[in-house]
């Protein structure tokens, strides 16, 4: 586990250095006040929080991803905004922050000047046939043979729920949904799974709602395994081995 986080620190600092230059070389050419620079990225990784290693969940520590707008004049140093956004909102709120109209065709909104939404979705996942719980390595087939299924989520301020919407191309039966809810403000790191607590069923059963209209609208790509079977021996996991001290 210590070899896991090592490993996973080391990718996260390298992009530091890289990002010193830019602004310093916007400093530089006199760009830095005229010039808006936004730092996202790909979701994290579970480093053993909840004793949880992957990252094909929606717990907290590989759901949320950093969202660091700088734009002097514009954006007041050092606020920090706590409002639900999305990835989505990444092409609106560039453009704003450029001066320029997005187009008509974005979603998402302008995290500087766009109403708080009541929720945002997510998914992982592809629900087709075939799919596998890894991608990369096309390893992890359902239980049962078929293929890894969709999971959607979806968040407010106070709770999230997240379930099994698509498989084998396909809506998922009711049975097979398997949702989580979570009620974030009363416990952060979800430490337990309130799905059979009865104060909670009108909430699970208003998101699972959500969650299937959203699922049954969504575009349907074609599903392309991301790697060939040769290419997947490099991309498998590692095997998990236990060693005896003596």
Not at 12 to 32: H, N, Y
Not at 156 to 178: K, L, S
Not at 184 to 213: I, K, S, Y
């Amino acid at each position: 586990m210590q070899q896991a986080q090592a490993d996973h620190h080391a990718p996260v600092t390298c992009p530091d250095a890289p990002v010193g230059v830019l602004l310093a070389g916007l400093r530089t050419l006199g760009l830095e006040a005229t010039t808006a620079v936004v730092f996202t990225a790909d979701h994290g990784a579970s480093l053993g929080g909840n004793g949880l290693l992957s990252k094909i969940v929606f717990a907290p520590q590989s759901h949320r991803v950093p969202l660091i707008v700088r734009a002097p004049g514009i954006v007041p140093a050092g606020r920090v905004d706590d409002a639900l956004s999305e990835g989505l909102d990444v092409a609106r709120t560039s453009c704003t922050l450029a001066g320029i109209a997005p187009d008509t065709a974005f979603e998402g909104r302008c995290v500087r000047t766009g109403a708080e939404p009541e929720a945002v979705f997510s998914v992982i996942g592809k629900g087709a046939e075939g799919s596998r719980a890894s991608s990369a390595a096309n390893v992890g087939p359902w239980p049962d043979g078929r293929g890894w299924p969709r999971r959607a989520c979806v968040r407010t301020r106070r709770f999230r729920v997240d379930m099994n919407v698509r498989q084998d191309g396909g809506p998922v039966i009711a049975a097979n949904e398997d949702a989580l809810p979570a009620d974030r403000l009363a416990h952060p790191q979800e430490p337990t799974n309130p799905a059979g607590d009865p104060a909670h069923a009108a909430t699970v059963a208003r998101f699972r709602a959500m969650l299937r209209a959203r699922a049954a609208e969504a575009v349907q790509p074609a599903f392309v395994p991301a790697c060939s079977a040769a290419e997947t021996g490099a991309l498998a996991p590692p095997a998990l081995t236990t060693e005896t001290q003596t």
